[in-house]
T-cell receptor, first 114, second 115 residues
Framework: AQKITQTQPGMFVQEKEAVTLDCTYDTSDPSYGLFWYKQPSSGEMIFLIYQGSYDQQNATEGRYSLNFQKARKSANLVISASQLGDSAMYFCAMTPRGDDKIIFGKGTRLHILP | DVKVTQSSRYLVKRTGEKVFLECVQDMDHENMFWYRQDPGLGLRLIYFSYDVKMKEKGDIPEGYSVSREKKERFSLILESASTNQTSMYLC??????????????FGPGTRLTVL
């Protein structure tokens, strides 16, 4: 069965420090996509970054990067130089190729401290 | 920009009422989804639709039904609301998948309270 695991229900980080949010996944499909979404307290889900399973390089989008370790089935999100506005819930998600549905993890609530 | 709108941000209903949650997207997406979000449980898929009048059950369809009469609109229906359906409801849409990249675009959510 396909599954996403986020082992950190909550994290507290000092402003300006780098943050790593953990995500592991389980799938037997050779082709799949991995996503990270951010959900601020207002509730909307914001797409952050995508990594395809065949992509050779780790995805980066501004301060966000995805540390993709395929053999370990790990897709950690790294936020560099954290800001107060990064305080939010973060969801890791996966979609196998050929499937329009996305499987979400349970999320990690990140608190950035001033 | 893709826009997904939901009819209400906050809704309060009484047990036994019939509740309609509406979702509209303006990007001609084939797929539309309804999720329920509860603390500690993440997002759970209730139903999704890949075309007009087509629907597929998600992980937790019990107590819900859906309607998709037009491509841009996907409605979630609680036939007889119960207190355990108090939750945040999120609608999303995406293009029909041709690769593993099928980003879903989300609406702002509806926080439903059933008294």
């Amino acid at each position: 069965a396909q599954k996403i695991t986020q082992t950190q229900p909550g994290m507290f980080v000092q402003e300006k420090e780098a943050v790593t949010l953990d995500c592991t996944y389980d799938t037997s499909d050779p082709s799949y996509g991995l996503f990270w979404y951010k959900q601020p307290s207002s509730g909307e889900m914001i797409f952050l970054i995508y990594q395809g399973s065949y992509d050779q390089q780790n995805a980066t989008e501004g301060r966000y990067s995805l540390n993709f370790q395929k053999a370990r089935k790990s897709a950690n999100l790294v936020i560099s130089a954290s800001q107060l506005g990064d305080s939010a819930m973060y969801f890791c998600a996966m979609t196998p190729r050929g499937d329009d549905k996305i499987i979400f993890g349970k999320g990690t609530r990140l608190h950035i401290l001033p | 920009d893709v826009k997904v709108t939901q009819s209400s941000r906050y809704l309060v209903k009484r047990t036994g009422e019939k509740v309609f949650l509406e979702c509209v997207q303006d990007m001609d997406h084939e797929n539309m989804f309804w999720y329920r979000q509860d603390p500690g449980l993440g997002l759970r898929l209730i139903y999704f639709s890949y075309d007009v009048k087509m629907k597929e059950k998600g992980d937790i369809p019990e107590g819900y039904s859906v309607s998709r009469e037009k491509k841009e609109r996907f409605s979630l229906i609680l036939e007889s609301a119960s207190t355990n359906q108090t939750s945040m409801y999120l609608c999303a849409s995406s293009l029909l998948q041709i690769s593993s990249y099928n980003e879903q675009f989300f609406g702002p959510g509806t926080r439903l309270t059933v008294l």
